[in-house]
């Protein structure tokens, strides 16, 4: 029986600086190899096929925390952040990114089973740095305060505090599947500009809307808790601080094309990842240890041959009677 065909199409980083190539239509990214300064591949997680990251402005990552069995991401205000997926596979597989709840293409609200994403290659990486607005540009990831984020202004804040991707495989005929390459250590092909744009002149993007006035509804409304988090008695002395949302920031280049992917399961990710994220203080609160834990000394060095005379036994003797 002839298998139905499932393809889709998404969006691939530029083999060349400033150039968009058409593959076919509308549509995920492509990402290069990871490299260092060394030439040498970076080692992959253990187990893990594709790896998730969020790094400074800088390409720094930021303060990373594991607590109740989720992971956690500190930021500040203002300040900018990049979303880096790592394939660690042999094959190319599709990534579906969300940031509070809003796909990183289309604006929309997430939805993997109909929403397009970056394809990655075997062994590559792309970094997401903002919301797509066309192929060539982006509106760059910022930490706000959550009125000003991009899904608080969509009318939907609930939202707000959480980054998801969604990876699918990608289908391959059994007679036509080839034995995974090797990773290979290259330049990459894409230097960040850091020019000055105007993010409201950006063509081919939704800007969010025109702020709305505040009502009573907004300025009443509590902060959801997020599921799963184990907040610690202990940490009520904290005040917490406005929470962090992702701001529609100013426009920056990162280049794309359009390229055909079939998913191998359609509807179902092989692989999802989620990272929250909130300042400092607000995480300390929520009881996640964001603070260095140095153990006391102990009250003496420990020896590890105190004996200094001359004097041994043969074999170890009984000790004496017991003193208390």
Known sequence: MRRASTKTFGLMATLLLGAAVFACGPGVAEAHRPWTDTGQVVAPPWGQDVSLTIESGYGGTLPTYQHGGSVFVAGQMGERYNIRVRNNSGERVEAVVTVDGRDVV???????????????????SVLIEGFRQSLDQVAAFRFTDVGNSYSGRWGTPQHVGVIGVAVFKEYQPRKLRRQPPAPIATRPYYEPYYGDYDARGAEGGPPPPADAPTTSANKSAPAPRAGGYAQDEAAAEYNRSPRLGTQYGETTYSSVREVTFERRHKRRPDVMMTVYYDSAENLRARGVIVDPYFSPPPPHDPRPFPATSERHNQYAPPPPARRY
């Open 106 to 124: 289309s604006g929309q609200l997430g939805n993997y089973k109909t929403q397009r994403g970056y394809v990655l290659e075997p062994y590559g």
